[in-house]
């Protein structure tokens, strides 16, 4: 099988497929996700300027991102192999045309990899959170990105490094003491150290200009960008003009 039909974990896929009904409750089980939302999105718009930008949100989710960025003025694309996922996205989509209407996502059930072979250069900005440890191929999704953004384009990624604080904090302490997430959202062994994310991102041709850490605060429900990279953290790299 080729990539784009095998980079992907249909145990993960169903996972967050039965989590989809609850997806958009900020007291659900993404009410972490929820809190780092804007600290994500402010990541994005300090380094692209989003209004009429074309922006990709691979591994979309519910579409908390997506939506969130096409507030901003971006022109969306949203791509999931989920379908309950996609499905939650667009109906929450259809709710906040009503509410605001100009405001849309393109949301399709793809994978990023057959999307770079359908329209390469096509995008200013893509965003990857918090998806690339639950592939089995991190390094084909970064080629894929890379395909996919224009000259100039800047990829935006988010993951867990493989520290022991990483596995204290978001494993045991978010799944098993405080209970923000759902028990096996996360393996330890897939965690990413920023050396092998700088690695993959330099063998696809990019730039790397930063990686700054992302720290998530259950006690106040909120999240910030922070120096420390050492448990959750933020990426931006450059494809060359």
């Known amino acids: 099988m080729n990539a784009a039909s095998s980079n992907f974990s249909q145990a993960e896929l169903d996972k ?4 989809a009904q ?15 939302n804007p ?6 718009a300090e380094r692209v300027p989003l209004r009429d930008a074309a922006v990709l949100d691979v591994g979309c989710g519910g579409g908390l991102l997506s939506e969130a960025l096409a507030q901003s003025g971006a022109k969306v694309t949203a791509i999931d192999l989920a379908p309950n996922l996609l499905k ?9 045309a009503q509410q605001q209407p100009g405001i849309k996502v393109d949301y399709r059930e793809m994978s990023v990899e057959t999307l770079a072979e359908e329209a390469p250069a096509s ?3 893509i965003t990857c959170m918090e998806m690339l440890e639950h592939v089995p191929q991190p390094a084909s999704i970064i080629d894929a990105c890379t395909k996919l953004l224009k000259p100039g384009g800047r990829l935006f990624l988010s993951t867990l490094n493989r520290t022991p604080a990483a596995f204290a904090l978001a494993i045991v302490g978010a799944e098993y003491v405080a209970r923000v997430l759902p028990k096996g959202t996360h393996q330890y062994r897939d965690f990413i150290k920023p050396s092998e994310l700088a690695k993959w991102l330099r063998e696809a041709g990019l730039e790397l200009e930063d990686v700054s850490g992302l720290m998530y605060e259950p006690w106040r429900n909120s999240a910030r960008v922070i ?3 050492d448990i ?3 990426a931006c790299a450059r494809k060359p003009a």
């Not at 967050?16 to 989590?19: H, K, P, Q, Y």
């Not at 609850?22 to 780092?36: C, F, V, Y």
């Not at 600290?39 to 994005?44: F, K, S």
């Not at 939650?88 to 906040?96: I, K």
């Open 16 to 19: 967050f497929d039965e989590l």
């Open 22 to 36: 609850r997806w958009w409750d900020p007291n659900g089980p993404q009410k972490a996700l929820h809190a780092l």
């Open 39 to 44: 600290a994500r999105l402010g990541y994005v």
């Open 88 to 96: 939650v996205a667009r109906l929450h989509g259809l709710e906040l």
């Open 123 to 125: 995008f200013d900005a």
């Open 227 to 229: 120096s420390r990279t």
């Open 232 to 234: 959750n953290y933020l």
